[in-house]
Nanobody, 117 residues
Framework: QVQLVESGGGLVQAWGSLRLSCAAS????????MGWYRQAPGKQRELVAV???????NYADSVKGRFTISKYNDKNTVYLQMNSLKPEETGVYYC???????????WGQGTQVTVSS
């Protein structure tokens, strides 16, 4: 069984920075992609950033230039460095992972990020 554990959320003022971490553990697996999604109150979960094994990264247009995703397959971890945070980016941030040979999405429990104006 695969588990994802996030950390690093919290309260920050607008234009501040936070770094989220996600560590995967469990049965033997090969990471295909790891990424971050967020869900604001009353809204659907949306992609923030994803890092694939091909070396490519994709970001939501709204975070390009401010957020950076970093994945380390040897440690089964992924980070999200978030700079210049905006109040509208408040929400629960979820770590997501897909592994080779499985159609499943694996999710962490989520970590709350609150950006005050």
């Amino acid at each position: 069984q695969v588990q994802l554990v996030e950390s690093g959320g919290g309260l920050v003022q607008a234009w501040g920075s936070l770094r989220l971490s996600c560590a995967a553990s469990g049965s033997r697996f090969t990471i295909a992609t790891m990424g971050w999604y967020r869900q604001a109150p009353g809204k659907q979960r949306e992609l923030v950033a994803v890092d694939t094994n091909s070396g490519s990264t994709n970001y939501a247009d709204s975070v390009k230039g401010r957020f950076t995703i970093s994945k380390y397959n040897d440690k089964n971890t992924v980070y999200l460095q978030m700079n210049s945070l905006k109040p509208e980016e408040t929400g629960v941030y979820y770590c997501n992972m897909r592994i080779s040979g499985s159609p499943n999405d694996y999710w962490g429990q989520g970590t709350q990020v609150t950006v005050s104006s």
